[in-house]
């Protein structure tokens, strides 16, 4: 699916970056960010050019591709990782900051990847994640159609209990990303911290 719709010279969810790391991208510690599920570029590409060191990781080597030639585009190179979210490993204590925007996560991968995400953070560092969560069933502006797919406030918190959350907000909130995600939408967004002992 994903490989169909990155296949066109557009950009799926075009070349500028989600609105909500733009704004909070100063809570991430300079360093090196990995960016789940990132599809076309836009947001490694803008954390690449704010100095982080950034990776990519993306299921879909067509996204991969035109990520890679839209750093080129912009001056900038980032790290590109062909990978299912699944079988990817994060290692341990290896990222200042991780990445999630609009990554659809079934709650079969999310009971494998959040224990990833705890133990591939440095101490101190942040997860940023913005999110549909079911509420975004009504609207119909992007994100698909299954409820088990999107997030919460209260999964997060569950899922990275002993994390404090500088930001927890479920909103509504005009979204404008290219012709896959526009319009009014049901979000969660998120900054949690890992905490440093």
Request: aromatic share 8%; hydrophobic share 40%.
């Amino acid at each position: 699916m994903w490989d169909e719709r990155y296949s066109t010279e557009a950009y799926a969810y075009g070349k500028t970056p989600n609105t909500f790391l733009a704004e909070y991208v100063q809570a991430l510690p300079k360093g090196r960010v990995l960016s789940l599920a990132e599809g076309e570029g836009r947001n490694a590409v803008f954390l690449a050019r704010q100095g982080y060191d950034v990776t990519a990781v993306d299921s879909s080597i067509v996204g991969l591709e035109k990520a890679r030639k839209l750093a080129e585009e912009q001056g900038v190179s980032i790290h590109c990782l062909h990978a299912d979210l699944a079988d990817v490993d994060l290692g341990q204590e290896q990222w200042d900051g991780i990445v999630s925007i609009y990554c659809p996560m079934p709650s079969s991968l999310q009971s494998i990847i959040f224990p990833r995400i705890i133990h591939g953070l440095k101490p101190g560092g942040v997860f940023l994640l913005e999110a549909y969560t079911p509420d975004q069933l009504r609207y119909g502006t992007g994100g698909g159609n299954d409820a088990d797919t999107m997030m919460t406030a209260d999964k997060l918190r569950s899922a990275l209990s002993g994390f404090h959350f500088s930001h927890l907000a479920e909103l509504e909130r005009e979204v404008v990303e290219g012709m896959y995600h526009t319009g009014l939408a049901a979000v969660v967004q998120a900054i949690a911290i890992k905490p440093v002992n």
